[in-house]
């Protein structure tokens, strides 16, 4: 995404927010500056002044999706605090500020000093994004899914998918597992046919899978 003015630098900067922390669009319109905290590497989505899910306050880590997303995050914050002089209590994620341009003609001229009254504007740059890249658009909520997915792959124990279905803001795992974590039909293929080149007994495949189930159902 292109980063020419501040408001492509914002535009950018949201895109790759949401992609680090997995937050609601709602949640991300409401942020302010203080929620973030650079040095710790996570976002508090305090639930007295953020539009979280059932009014739940939970703190969020950057997830593990590279360092350009975070890199994108955090010079955007920094852009605001130094350049801008923005307070803690301004918001992460300003609204755009419309004034006058040639012909009297309503135009973006750069930043308010406000949030946005909805989620609106954010799904308004996600599309934007999307169709400049050729892509079909997709939904802020659905790089949620992605993330679930990601952690499917990278997570290596019940306890490694239970801190990364907390960070999504979930109380138990199967939420995870059943709203956001489905398996694409051709990663499903790999899948199936690779676990038929091992050498596991049946009586030892059938303790893996009590065990696992076992596992799973304790940490939701």
Excluded at 3 to 11: H, K, S, V
Excluded at 29 to 51: N, P, T, W, Y
Excluded at 102 to 128: K, M, N, T
Aim: charged residues 25%.
């Amino acid at each position: 995404m292109p980063a020419r003015t501040i408001i492509e630098e914002r535009n950018r900067a949201l895109v790759a927010f949401i992609l680090l922390t997995g937050a609601r669009d709602g949640a991300v319109a409401s942020l302010k500056l203080k929620h973030l905290d650079l040095a710790a590497g996570c976002v508090v989505q305090d639930a007295r002044e953020v539009a979280t899910k059932f009014g739940k306050t939970f703190t969020t880590w950057f997830f593990p999706v590279g360092q350009e997303a975070r890199q994108i995050g955090e010079g955007w914050a920094e852009r605001l605090r130094c350049d801008l002089l923005w307070s803690p209590d301004d918001p992460l994620f300003p609204a755009t500020q419309v004034g006058s341009g040639e012909g009297r003609a309503f135009q973006a001229v750069g930043l308010a000093r406000r949030h946005w009254s909805s989620a609106d504007p954010i799904r308004d740059i996600f599309r934007e994004a999307f169709q400049a890249a050729g892509l079909p658009y997709f939904a802020p909520h659905r790089l949620r899914s992605t993330l679930a997915q990601l952690g499917e792959r990278r997570c290596k124990s019940p306890e490694q998918f239970k801190a990364w279905s907390q960070n999504l803001g979930h109380s138990g795992v199967l939420t995870t597992f059943t709203s956001y974590g489905t398996v694409p039909d051709t990663r499903q293929a790999d899948i199936i046919r690779a676990l038929g080149h091992g050498e596991t007994s049946r009586d030892d495949a059938l303790t893996q899978i009590a065990k696992l189930a076992e596992n799973l159902l304790g940490a939701a």
